[in-house]
């Protein structure tokens, strides 16, 4: 399985976000993925991709999302196909933290598609606008979006766990989102058949005339911080520091609340 092929770049990246491998008595073991049967092309693909028997079967039951939903599985039961899969990173048994980009050389649009195929969504939000995201408990995993997307569009994320549920939250809007699909949904890519019409649908939207662009975040230095404690007012500092007021309101209460250490003067 060499990762520096594309399509086998996918497919792992896929894997390792909605794929499991589970251990069996002795040597025995499976490796399943199963996902809405409107995509069960691209498990055909993995089937093709394959050089060891799998099967793949079919299955409607009712779930606490819809009454009844219809479900595709691929599964591969070789040890020698599971080993390989397991020595380039993906466990066995509980994952979703522990996942993290290849160690080898490897394809890293097609890579970073498959995972957001996976556990990723791409599309318009409720206002109309073109958006990627990820979401994910694995910080290597959030961690290399930001840094891929970054080279990509040049904007930064930085990435927190959501609070509610301790998993990450990776979101690209308007055109960085465009940008981003583009490089990662190219022509003649192996990808899910819905999220390669939505990352070329997303391509039409162009920004309203009097929509104003948002400039790139400036990063708070110790130096600012130091500032920004010392005036102890947000207006001030917002004048001294060339900031919106409202950036240094928020920054303030941050460092007050204990959210933000500063180191002492």
Not at 45 to 73: D, G, K, M, W
Request: hydrophobic share 40%.
């Amino acid at each position: 399985m060499d990762l520096r092929i594309p399509e086998y770049a996918y497919m792992f990246g896929f894997l390792q976000a909605d794929g499991h491998l589970a251990r069996g008595q002795g040597q025995k073991g499976k490796l399943i993925a199963e996902i809405n049967a409107r995509d069960i092309h691209i498990l055909r693909e993995f089937q093709q991709l394959t050089p060891y028997y799998s099967s793949i079967t079919e299955r409607t039951r009712s779930t606490n999302v819809s009454e009844l939903h219809h479900s595709a599985t691929w599964t591969l039961c070789s040890l020698e196909a599971r080993t390989i899969i397991n020595e380039l990173g993906i466990p066995y048994g509980k994952k979703s933290l522990s996942v993290k980009p290849p160690r080898t050389d490897f394809a890293r649009p097609d890579y970073l598609r498959g995972i957001i195929d996976a556990d990723g969504s791409l599309g318009w939000t409720a206002q109309g606008f073109p958006f990627l995201s990820l979401t994910s408990a694995s910080t290597a995993l959030a961690a290399f979006l930001c840094h891929y997307g970054k080279k990509i569009t040049g904007t930064g994320r930085t990435i927190s766990r959501n609070a509610r549920d301790g998993v990450y939250n990776v979101c690209y809007y308007k055109e960085t989102a465009q940008q981003l699909a583009a490089h990662l949904y190219y022509d003649g890519c192996l990808a899910l058949a819905h999220k390669r019409a939505n990352a070329d649908a997303i391509q039409a939207w162009v920004r309203p005339a009097g929509m104003r662009v948002a400039p790139p975040r400036r990063p708070w230095t110790a130096q600012d911080d130091a500032v920004l404690v010392r005036l102890g007012d947000a207006a001030a500092a917002a004048t001294a520091l060339d900031r919106t007021e409202k950036s240094c309101v928020m920054r303030l209460w941050r460092i007050r609340s204990g959210r933000v250490a500063v180191a002492p003067h």
